[in-house]
């Protein structure tokens, strides 16, 4: 399946509708406990000094927290336009906007050389995983980690009963946007024939969080 005009619109207005509520409750609340799981992963496996490319940054608190664990920059895109605004507005408040970008853009259709890519909580908005894992290797010389729904094993009835339900109320609502649960084994296929080996698979409530690496010298990005 691949993305249309009207599903990114539908995403850009879902998560504009979301962008001050998220940002407000990550600085009440901090970090969701995949979220956390994803950044040990990345600290484990070398996050000090590299270049992170955050797709579907939301408002960048991601990025910005990779930056505080000693990532030396970090460029983040999404498709809402209030995401990336507050999350602009969020680097500049916490003094690091001078190793912080962030921008407005379909992440399936643009390349950024980057150490480390990262997708929290991505896929499963976006119809196309095919073009949007491309464009996430393509982007990495070394890590790509991400964070998908818990869609294996006795959670599997309930990620799909939910997610039903979730894209029945949109319907109802006449929205774009849509859930999606790709297979696991599909991603995994495509990230081995493309150079990754999966180091680390952990798990929370709803979530599984990946971490893959390049096989063998990394490759070097394309910007």
Known sequence: MTSDPAHTKGIAETFDDLAHDRCCKYKSKGLTASTEVL???LTENGLVGKRVLDIGCG????ALEALRHGASSCIGVDLSSAAIHEANEFAKES???DRARFEVADAASIQHAADIVVMDKVLCCYPDADALLKTA?????DLLGFVVPRDEGL??????IGTGLIN???????TGFRL????LRFLDKLLVD?????????KSRFWLVFLYKRAGPSATARE
């Open 155 to 160: 959670m599997k009835p309930v990620m799909r």
């Open 137 to 141: 290797f393509a982007s990495s010389s």
């Open 59 to 62: 408002t960048g608190f991601f």
């Open 168 to 174: 029945l109320v949109e319907r109802m609502r006449k």
């Open 194 to 202: 493309n150079g990754l080996q999966q180091s680390n698979k952990a």
């Open 180 to 183: 999606y649960l790709h297979p």
């Open 95 to 97: 003094g690091l906007q």
């Open 39 to 41: 950044l040990g992963l």
